[in-house]
C-alpha cells in the first residue's frame, strides 16, 4: 500500500485517501481529502454571499438548466416521483394533511391568499407556513426568502424533524 503525508495535518494515508490531480508529480493533491473537505467548507462559511452568488450562476447555466429537466423528466416517468411522494407522505402525515387541507381552503376560496410577504412586505408567489401543523388553516404568508430565512431559525432537531427534503 502506498502512503502519503498531507502537508496539512501531517498524517501518513493511504492514496486513496487524496484526491486526484494531474499537476502534481506522484498524481494526487497534498493535502488529504479531510482537510480539503474542511479548507472547503471554511471558505464557504467565511464568504457565503458570494458562494451562494456563484451557485445561483452556475445553476442557470443553459447545460445545468438542461440537465434538470430531463433528470426530472425521467425521474416522473419511470414513477419514482410518485415513490418518493408516497413515502413523504407515510412519514409526514400530519405535514401531508395540513398542506392538503390549506390547498383546498385556498382552492375553495375559504382562505385568501394575499399578494405581499406578511414578513417583507414584497409582492411574490406566497408560501404558506405553518407553526403547527395541528392548526392547519393557520399560517403565516412568506415570500420564499422569508420562509428559509424562518425556517433556518428552528433549533437543529426540528429543522430535522420537519424540514427534511422530501427526496
Known sequence: MITKECFKCGAMKPVEEFY???GMRDGYLGKCKECTKNDSNQHRADNLDSCQEYDR??????HRVALRKEVTRTWVEDGRQAE???RYRDKYPEKYH?????GNAVRDGVVVKPIH????GAEANLEGHHEDYSKPL??????NSCHVDTRRKYPKEKQEKFFTRQY
Open 57 to 62: 450562476k452556475r445553476a442557470n447555466l443553459p
Open 20 to 22: 486526484k490531480h494531474i
Open 117 to 120: 410577504c406578511s414578513k417583507c
Open 84 to 86: 418518493s411522494q408516497r
Open 98 to 102: 395540513a398542506r392538503t387541507m390549506l
Open 138 to 143: 393557520d399560517v403565516q404568508w412568506l415570500c
